[in-house]
């Protein structure tokens, strides 16, 4: 019985010291970071620099691996599931990790208590566009039309739950009017509705429509976060157009599973960090639309919370549902 315990316990000590050692030579292979979009997409291209300039960092490969579909939730679920070793990484966002857990009936993995998060990459605001030609000059002009005619004026959206459409159900409810959500299945279309005057306005992504306003097409009424953006400073944030703790941004993350050993964690922090300090990264970024947003890990972990919490009232707030 002795021999049997002994035997036991030596290959649980054992089996601990090869995890521990394993763990202090981390990393000893390829690290793969999963993409929840298409090849080409801005999430793909923000995740490919990251992994470039983090595989130099840590002098290891990055693996790229796409796994697009139902929002994010494919890619988040699948790296929820992989081993905490600090192998699989996942390029997070707004969308699974802050919007989906209220969009979603049945979500397959809990964005707080499956993933560890490693560093905040940069945010995106949504620009309130019109055509160029709209009467609208201002957030208040636009209100007080909505006002005077309830139910006229209509939205656009890249779809349902998007960034853009709940930017716009925040609007009609701080607003308490009455507008039309019209969503569309690809956000070139909803933008497409708004040039050619089929819907009235939209919020979406400055890296797209700041072309479009600088050749006429559009104009910018008002800015979806707190903060002006460095994209054009001139244009006005709604939190100070009449709307007061305004303030909804997307934002790009990585993410771990959760229950990483300390030391790996802390040399994926370090690494990770490195990389968002680079200011040849910060310009690659900047090129797409992201702007910095620099908090470390523990300013990181309470961001998400709250994070989960606004993007909750506000799916609430516009009832948007997906089963």
């Known amino acids: 019985m002795k021999k049997l315990f002994f035997s036991v316990a030596s290959c649980a000590l054992l089996a601990m010291y090869a995890l521990t050692a394993r763990a202090d030579s981390y990393p000893d292979r390829a690290i793969q970071l999963v993409v929840p979009a298409g090849a080409g997409t801005t999430t793909d291209l923000i995740a490919r620099q990251f992994g470039s300039e983090l595989s130099k960092v840590l002098d290891q490969t990055i693996v790229v691996q796409n796994k697009p579909g139902a929002s994010g939730n494919i890619a988040h679920a699948y790296v929820a599931q992989a081993g905490a070793d600090g192998y699989t990484l996942v390029l997070g966002n707004t969308g699974p990790l802050a919007i989906n857990p209220a969009l979603y009936t049945d979500l397959p993995f809990d964005p707080i208590k499956n993933f560890t998060p490693i560093v905040m990459l ?3 605001p949504t620009l309130l566009v019109v055509k160029a030609e709209s009467p609208w000059n201002s957030v208040k002009d636009l209100i007080a039309s909505a006002k005077q005619s309830p ?11 998007t ?8 609007l009609k409810s ?8 019209v969503p569309y299945k ?3 279309q909803a933008v497409t509705a708004v040039i050619g005057g089929d819907v009235d306005f939209m919020f979406y992504h400055p890296a797209v429509v700041m072309p479009l306003i600088k050749a006429g097409k559009l104009k910018a009424l008002g800015v979806s976060s707190a903060a002006r953006t460095a994209t054009d400073p001139s244009i006005v944030p709604l939190d100070a157009a009449g709307f007061p703790g305004f303030d909804l941004t997307g934002w790009f993350t990585v993410n771990a599973p ?9 040399r994926l922090v370090d690494a990770s960090e490195k990389v968002v300090a680079s200011p040849d990264f910060l310009a690659r970024l900047t090129t797409v639309g992201i702007e910095p947003l620099k908090m470390d890990h523990v300013e990181l972990t309470r961001y998400m919370t709250t994070e989960l919490e606004k993007w909750n009232q506000v799916v609430k707030l516009s009832g948007a549902k997906v089963d």
Request: proline share 2%; net charge positive.
């Open 122 to 124: 940069g945010y995106t």
């Open 151 to 161: 139910n006229k004026l209509s939205f656009s959206s890249a779809g349902n739950g």
């Open 163 to 170: 960034t853009g459409h709940l930017a716009s159900e925040l």
């Open 174 to 181: 701080m607003s308490k009017t009455q507008m039309l959500h």
């Open 186 to 188: 690809q956000g070139t």
């Open 258 to 266: 959760s229950g990483l050993p300390a030391n790996v964690l802390s």
